[in-house]
């Protein structure tokens, strides 16, 4: 395999109570990845999780943060990470959990997907269902709502909403960072669909997803509800040509 371009390379990683694993993910992607960049978007954890990373700074000029006031949604947390790497230059842009639900590991399979395409997602649903850990309605209700995703957009991806994935710069830019519709998890769906309603190259690469190990949950109640009806608003506004 030719050598990755990891230094054109930055991985954001948006946190709020992330004390149990921050300093695990610091250390797991540097270890792994030396010339790779590390954006952490931090919104006003109570526990500590900001001053872990203040503290690696001081000995890692490509480790960064942007600190926001209060929990803002992951998709601001994204769109933000995201302006901020084509400010400043990155041609390859991943989103990633901290809670090692996402192996860092696997960075190097979609980074070497992406030097070919314009957005590869790291799916946990071709090549067989790769999920462990999780319970059997919790895995039932996320295999479906991809169904009914790809059912309502024709969109040809497995996993419309697994949040870990890389954009190239030429992908960022096609989006309108400041039109983004969706809030929670629905977001990595509208994204991926206007890409690829663009034309642009989307892959899906098959990872191993892992419940979390340490640490609670972030996914609250609602998403459902915005699913249901963010899909089917999405199709719409691209059939009448306002997708983007």
């Not at 926001?68 to 933000?80: C, D, E, H, I, V």
């Not at 901020?84 to 901290?98: G, I, P, R, S, T």
């Not at 663009?198 to 892992?210: A, D, M, N, T, W």
């Amino acid at each position: 395999m030719n050598e990755l371009p990891t230094e054109k390379t930055l991985i954001i990683i948006p946190t709020y109570n992330e004390i149990d694993n921050i300093e695990r993910m610091i250390k797991t992607i540097f270890d792994l990845y030396p010339s790779i960049s590390l954006l952490i978007i931090e919104d006003g954890s109570p526990d500590g999780t900001a001053d872990v990373v203040k503290k690696y700074q001081e000995t890692n000029a490509k480790l960064h943060m942007i600190q926001r006031t209060g929990k803002q949604g992951l998709a601001t947390a994204y769109t933000t990470g995201f302006k901020w790497a084509l400010e400043k230059d990155f041609e390859y842009v991943f989103e990633m959990d901290c809670d090692f639900s996402h192996d860092p590991a696997q960075v190097k399979d979609l980074l070497s997907a992406a030097t070919e395409n314009d957005l590869v997602i790291g799916s946990r649903y071709i090549d067989g269902i790769r999920i462990i850990n999780w319970p059997f309605h919790r895995l039932l209700l996320s295999y479906l709502a991809s169904i009914y995703t790809r059912f309502v957009t024709n969109i040809p991806v497995c996993d419309t909403t697994g949040g870990f994935k890389c954009f190239s710069r030429k992908a960022l830019l096609s989006l309108d960072l400041n039109n983004v519709i969706s809030k929670g998890y629905i977001f990595q769906l509208e994204l991926n669909y206007k890409v690829w309603s663009q034309g642009l190259r989307v892959k899906e690469v098959p990872i191993i997803f892992y419940e979390r190990r340490d640490g609670q949950s972030k996914m609250g109640g609602g998403i459902i509800f915005e699913a249901l009806f963010a899909v089917v608003k999405l199709r719409f506004l691209n059939m009448i040509g306002k997708l983007n």
